[in-house]
């Protein structure tokens, strides 16, 4: 499996998360990064990306809550996740393009609820 996911679970509104999301060296040579969310019965939507010049795009509905960041040495990526609410309950997903292809992680859920 190119990319594995962990970190999530049931967490109360306003509360915090981070996601890990964890490849070989090779994926993390990338294009571009990133992570995106399905909540059920929605189409799969992008949350935040950072392109292979640097910038980072955030959906609105997360900015200023959410943070995307990679550790090099331990080919990993992150999301940061606070100030959580209900409206954020979705298996998140990370993805890498990485010469051409892209790769998805299994998905991980995030359960807002009190």
């Known amino acids: 499996v190119p990319l594995v996911e962990s970190g999530g679970g049931l967490v109360q509104p306003g509360g915090s998360l981070r996601l890990s999301c964890a490849g070989s060296?090779?994926?993390?040579?990338?294009?571009?990064m990133g992570w995106y969310r399905q909540a059920p019965g929605k189409q799969r939507e992008f949350v935040v990306i950072?392109?292979?010049?640097?910038?980072?795009v955030h959906a609105d509905s997360v900015k200023g809550r959410f943070t995307i960041s990679r550790d090099n040495a331990k080919n990993t990526m992150y999301l940061q996740m606070t100030s959580l609410r209900p409206q954020d309950t979705a298996v998140y997903y990370c993805?890498?393009?990485?010469?051409?292809?892209?790769?998805w992680g299994q998905g991980t859920q995030v359960t807002v609820s009190s």
């Open positions: 993805n890498v393009i990485s010469s051409g292809i892209s790769y």
């Open positions: 060296e090779s994926i993390f040579r990338l294009d571009r």
């Open positions: 950072v392109t292979s010049d640097g910038t980072t």
